[in-house]
């Protein structure tokens, strides 16, 4: 509670110093905007300054290059790069718009972007970026930087998840890697087996986070209207993916845990050789590798599972530029630099992500296994055939994690007998509409 209060203390801060340079301070502000771009236009030097999160020293090396390479090409502009801690990115930030010390460039994932886009604190990228750099980037990705009409991020790096299942469980079932479950259709039936002949879990469905959104999203569930106003998921569709939740638990199909731990659980449990299938993003592959090297050569790699709509979902990074920035056209050129298709190809090559621009992806490192290769390899070809299915399956929405909780308690109610599968969507509906609007 009280990060919570101190966020929203900062959050209310921000509104009072976001109206405070409205009104009658604005003109003057569009002034020195307007002269502070037209000095860089001119040459005259302009320093920016860029913030990501977590990326040293692991990435020093290659972040440090591309601003060089940068700089080359721009003289007249420097970029000094500060790092952040992933835990302490939003209180910094918040902080930094708060006393209008902000940066001209910033590392952010959409869900929290949007919360300073929802108080009109970033520029607006579909004016800011020319349309045919608009249109290198894939459109679903674009638009799921967007709040209230308005784009506030260029997309950066993304990720997509793929299932490990383990070899060595499924021959002890009796079952091939033709057997691995592709739709949630198919889970039920290969948990049974799995369950009766090795004692293992076939299948951990992360409930945590926006893991449980995404996956209703995937079987067909339409989660709000399209202004987001008012929530639809009270529906036949919403029924049949809480009863899917329901069945599995209810017929002891997965781990007690899943009501109480989320994906790190679910790591655990796969490197333990508890668990047969693992949905995880590639980069986890090296997490197995080192702690379990027995699991990861029993590792095989094949496409996510998912509803019927073939829906897959992406995690994207975003850059986004603040409006308090007065340097805001050389902050739009180095995005755009940073995420150009040859940047971003050198950076998937160090870690295993994937590239917001298309035609990275011509590129034969997404799209040819080298020999011998790797469960790494195959994973790196199968997330990139499916970006063309993919897209930020939950957009940025008002009070994100008041609705996160909302349907995770619901969906725990209904598993636990606590409430039935009506009156749990019915209260998670409730609350959704309130938190809503």
Known sequence: MKKFSFLLGLMVTMVLVLAACSGSSE???AEEDEGDDQ???????VEIEFWTMQLKPTFTDYIEGVIS???EENENITVKWVDVPWGDMEKKILSAVASETAPDVANLNPQFASQLAELDALI???????SDKKDEYFEGIWKSNSFGGET???????SSQVSMYNKDIFEAAGLTEEDVPTKFSEVMEISKTIKEETGNYAFFPSIDGSHLLEMMVTMGVDLTNEDMTEATFNTAEGKE???FFVDLYENELIPREV???GHGKAVDMYQAGQLAILASGPQFLNTVNENAPDIY????VAPVITGETNLKNVAAMNLVVPKQSDKQDAAVQFSLFMTNAENQVEFDKIVPILPSIETALDDPYFNELPENPSPEDTARIISAEQLKDSEVLVPPMKNYSDLQKAMTDALQAAMLGEMSVDDALADAEQKWNAALQ
């Open 27 to 29: 003109e003057g502000m």
């Open 39 to 45: 000095q860089a236009d001119a040459g005259e030097q």
């Open 69 to 71: 390479d940068f700089e």
């Open 124 to 130: 607006n990228m579909d004016e800011a970026v020319p």
């Open 152 to 158: 506030f991020g260029i997309p950066w790096y993304l």
């Open 241 to 243: 993916a809480f009863q």
């Open 259 to 261: 009501l109480t731990e």
């Open 297 to 300: 050569e029993a590792t095989g």
